[in-house]
């Protein structure tokens, strides 16, 4: 009985220490795939940052085209 008892909670602590180091390779993997993410929502920030710029200059050329015609 005490013997069964045992078994069981070995085996459910195993369980648990496959559970944690799944876990745990999970969160490494989301974590590397976190930064890369982050790398590139910067990149593309600044690629919107300078879309926008040259966007406003071509608007700023064109009004003042419009001006002199």
């Given at each position: 009985m005490i013997q069964e008892e045992l078994d069981k909670l070995?085996?459910?602590?195993f369980e648990l220490s496959e559970t944690m180091r799944r876990l745990e390779e999970q969160n490494r993997i989301l974590r590397v795939?976190?930064?890369?993410?982050?790398?590139?929502?910067g990149r593309l920030t600044e690629?919107?940052?300078?879309a926008c710029?040259?966007?406003?200059?071509?608007?700023?050329?064109?009004?003042?085209?419009?001006?002199?015609?």
């Open positions: 070995e085996a459910r602590i795939d976190q930064r890369s993410l982050n790398k590139e929502n690629k919107n940052r300078i710029t040259r966007l406003e200059s071509i608007v700023s050329r064109l009004k003042s085209l419009e001006q002199t015609v």
